[in-house]
């Protein structure tokens, strides 16, 4: 079974026989700067916050998380003698918290405000594992627990910690999404969407990769997307399905509301989950009003709303990708996808009103960010981060990013 991957997002879709426009950035004009944008860009070295343009670190590069609304980086040190914490503001990257906690532990999941940290045991099948929260004065609750927990992230009031509980412990084949009550420490299942507690032996089983997740601010809602498998599928892996309830299924958006605690599966149909996972990607608007899953392979998107949650259609992407993993976003209005692959680049219109475009960033995507209330997209490639005009693809800057595995996101400062 594989581990699941963070990091770190209604109307209809312009179809495939769309005329599409193009651009090569490397006819555009010379690069102008973008002084100020700051970028969160995962490295080989871990997260790190820079200055575009000029590639300043504003926050050195180390393994850290961050929170939902991306707004909050944590961090931990092993000093020999115990946990060193830091928490750091974005996107200026100034500390506004610290603590030391004992013993060796890795920082899983931070709260949407910033407040709590969760660490555990290092990953891996095991038997026994130990959660800690701490905040800024240091720890605050440790529990040890039976069974092979990860934590998942925490509700809004700070008093359950959500945890992925895979089975069997020492030997995982299949998962489930159950609540850590941190003041009895007791580990209890999620409420239906009807707010009902889910009777024992009724709690769904999942298996496959948590490809991406994207946080719902409005709506206190974490959207997990999950694939089958990673890889290639056996005969039996698709009889058997993502959930033992859907067999026909082999992937699905798993709804987890951080309010209510009550978890709820989005089904998509084929071929959604069938092909390679790392060519799926989820993103959300600004607004909250549009959420898209893409298949880059097969070309298809999957729109759903986010109030219902529901699949509204499936429509064709309007442009191929290429190969490699899948990257998208939508612009803070919800008026546009953005889709990366390969070393393309596609802007589809979500209304009915525009034509698609598709243009070259000039080498492999890794990653992709919107600046809000702006025209431009940052791209992740090679050893940089350039910026785009999102309608031409026309070069903008480029800021040179040592060891860049993917942009994050982009702030204007």
Known sequence: MTNRRTVLQLAGLTGAGAVLGAC???????????PGDLLIVETKA????????????????????????????VRTEWTGKG??????????????????????????????????????????????????????SGERIRVDLIGNLEPEAFDVT????FVLDYLPPTAPDRYRVRALDLHSGKVEPLL???????????EEEMRGQGRQAVYDTKRQQLFTLYTHQPDHLHSRDLLAGARDSAPHVHAFVHTLHLGQRWAFCIDLPEPFGVRAAERHAIALSGDGLRLCVVDAVTGT?????????????????SAPTGDGPATAAVTADGQRLVVGGGDKVVVMPLGG?????????????????????AERAYVGQDGAVTAHDLTTGGLLSRT??????????????
């Open 83 to 136: 946990t060193k914490l830091a928490t750091y503001r974005l996107p200026g990257g100034e500390v506004v918290a610290g603590g030391v906690i004992r013993d060796k532990l890795d920082a899983r999941v931070v709260s949407a405000d910033g407040r709590l940290v969760a660490l555990a045991s290092p990953a891996g099948p095991r038997s026994r594992t130990t959660i800690a929260v701490a905040d800024g």
């Open 353 to 373: 009103s525009g034509s698609p475009t598709r243009w070259s960033p000039g080498s492999q995507v890794r990653g992709l960010a919107l600046l809000d209330g």
């Open 24 to 34: 090569d950035s490397g006819t555009a004009a010379k690069p102008k700067a973008t």
């Open 301 to 317: 998107v999957a729109v759903i709303d986010p109030e219902g949650l529901n699949v509204v259609r499936t429509m064709p992407l």
């Open 46 to 73: 871990g997260l790190s916050v820079v200055e575009a343009g000029t590639g300043k670190a504003m926050v050195p590069a180390a393994p850290s998380i961050i929170t939902g609304d991306r707004t909050r980086l």
């Open 158 to 161: 700070g008093q359950y910690l």
């Open 192 to 202: 239906n969407r009807a707010k009902a507690v889910l009777p024992p032996g009724a």
């Open 400 to 413: 040179v990013v040592p060891g860049l595995v993917s942009v994050r996101q982009a702030v204007a400062r």
